[in-house]
């Protein structure tokens, strides 16, 4: 059975630009979750989606969003890029949403930004 | 405000030693306590959760303890192998509210970065 995907494995943005980050839950899984890890402020949730519908949010601002499509696939956008939006960005996925379950992580987008 | 402190920060352990990690939290309102660990180049993997009406719970090496009452919980790693070499994170689940509305996703420690020598 095939992990979680996120495409593509690495990124180089400028600042000022935006970005879009795929990721491929577990087949059956209908919730995909969003996290960036750094190095200062280590991981941090971002957002959950639950068939097609933003069920939970972090404390980002509005320039991180998300949406995830009829097959459970998410992406994640990052409009207006900064500098400290260099960062490893990980997706989970589960089955059922519920959070307390098992999250399946992916291997992550590194993400930087110049 | 870190919803959940853990320490050490890095910790080096013999082979066949114990590795402890512990962790504190604030927020009554988690009610999910997970571990994650992470190698280099990799997500993070679930490698054991309680919830807080049990005080421990034991999978293989792998123990959790928990303290309702003092807010802590901790990881026991016994017999640690170079293997367990990694980075682990602790985290809980529950609503943790900000300015502006609120989020029900794992909030996580800092890591523990958890050398196993040979």
């Known amino acids: 059975k095939a992990g979680v995907t996120q495409t593509p494995r690495y990124l180089i943005k400028t600042r000022g630009q935006q970005v879009t980050l795929s990721c491929s839950p577990i087949?059956?899984?209908?919730?995909v979750s969003w996290y960036q890890q750094t190095p200062g402020q280590g991981l941090q949730f971002l957002f959950e989606?639950?068939?097609?519908?933003?069920?939970n949010k972090g404390n980002f601002p509005g320039r991180f969003s998300g949406r995830q499509f009829s097959n459970s696939r998410s992406e994640m956008n990052v409009s207006t890029l900064e500098l400290g939006d260099s960062a490893l960005y990980l997706c989970?996925?589960?089955?059922?949403?519920?959070?307390?379950?098992?999250?399946?992580f992916g291997s992550g987008t590194q993400l930087s930004v110049l | 405000q870190q919803q959940v402190k853990q320490s050490p920060q890095s910790l080096i352990v013999q082979k066949g030693g114990i590795s402890i990690i512990n962790c504190a939290y604030e927020?009554?309102?988690?009610?999910?306590f997970p571990w994650y660990q992470q190698f280099p180049g990799k997500g993070p993997a679930l490698l054991i959760a309680?919830?807080?009406?049990?005080s421990e719970k034991k999978e293989g090496r792998f123990t959790i303890s928990f303290n309702k009452s003092a807010k802590q919980f901790s990881l026991h790693i016994m017999d640690s192998q170079p293997g367990d070499s990694a980075t682990y994170f602790c985290?809980?689940?529950?609503?943790?509210?900000?300015?502006?509305?609120?989020?029900?996703?794992?909030?996580f420690g800092k890591g523990t970065h958890l050398i196993i020598q040979p």
């Open positions: 989970a996925s589960s089955l059922a949403g519920t959070s307390r379950e098992k999250l399946f």
């Open positions: 087949s059956g899984h209908r919730s």
């Open positions: 989606y639950f068939s097609e519908t933003q069920r």
């Open positions: 927020n009554t309102a988690f009610d999910y």
């Open positions: 309680i919830r807080p009406d049990v």
């Open positions: 985290a809980a689940i529950g609503l943790v509210p900000y300015s502006g509305g609120g989020a029900d996703g794992l909030t």
